[in-house]
């Protein structure tokens, strides 16, 4: 994935903008979110630092449709200025295949509630799907919130984290599309490919591991529970070996 040396113009914006008042709804209770990434450390494995590096990215650029995802604002309904920076990465995952998802996101919808969309989707074999550009805001996670942050940007909405936050989707394997809380997990390729994914977003937009959280924390109606069956400690290991934890 390339690296962009600057932040796209449409996110330079003052990072010490006060957008929690007393104007805006605070979200309900939440505990706070403990990265499981910065536990239990190891140190780097420097022949897996050399493959991540080197392995090659398949990439495929799909644009969304126009009704899935938005600008990122600098203002919220309550004409508070707001920091458009992406901040938090929220983990998905796909549910159901990548084409699936690939043909939610192509659908047009109309209607607010329905709207869906991520950044980026990793299938199993690694590959990559870009949909909607950072610098744009995905509709990843409806009435949500991440360490008591949200922001309000529809009158017909809740509070939402998609202002400011990054979402990427992990495909689904055959035996997760069974409404069950575990599944077989993500494969080796995949945790490889979400590593890069995000240490090409922590570089670019200045995001600790710490800010890299689930769906099911960041939902606040308790209805997620994504991404199923998913290992911290491969995704802790590649991002240690990429000298992104655990320094």
């Known amino acids: 994935m390339r690296q962009q040396k600057t932040i796209p113009d449409q996110l330079k914006q003052p990072i010490d903008i006060v957008e929690q008042t007393t104007k805006t709804p605070k979200p309900p209770s939440q505990l ?9 450390c190891h140190s780097p494995d420097l022949r897996l630092r050399a493959h991540l590096l080197s392995m090659p990215l398949r990439i495929k650029q ?7 995802f938005g600008l990122r604002l600098r203002k919220d309904l309550y004409s508070q200025r707001l920091n458009p920076n992406p901040t938090v990465i929220v983990l998905h995952e796909t549910v159901y295949d990548l084409d699936s998802a690939v043909n939610t996101l192509l659908t047009p919808h109309p209607n607010d509630v329905d709207q ?3 950044h980026t989707l990793v299938g199993r074999s690694g590959n990559i799907v870009q949909l909607v550009d950072p610098s744009f805001r995905a509709y990843g996670a409806g009435h949500s919130a991440f360490n008591g942050r949200w922001v309000f940007s529809n009158r017909n909405l809740s509070g939402s984290l998609n202002n400011f936050a990054l979402h990427v989707s992990l495909e689904t394997p055959r035996d997760g599309s069974r409404n069950l809380d575990v599944h077989s997990g993500y494969s080796p390729s995949q945790y490889d490919t979400l590593a ?3 240490a090409d977003w922590m570089v670019r937009y200045k995001i600790p591991a710490t800010s ?15 991404p199923r069956s998913f290992a911290w400690s ?14």
């Open 32 to 40: 706070r979110w403990k990265s499981p990434l910065i536990t239990n």
């Open 62 to 68: 799909i644009k969304a449709h126009p009704t899935n």
């Open 116 to 118: 869906v969309s991520y």
């Open 196 to 198: 890069r994914v995000l």
């Open 212 to 226: 890299i959280t689930t769906h099911r924390y960041v939902d606040l109606g308790g209805a997620r529970a994504d």
């Open 234 to 247: 491969e995704l802790q290991k590649r991002l240690t070996a990429l000298q992104l934890v655990c320094n």
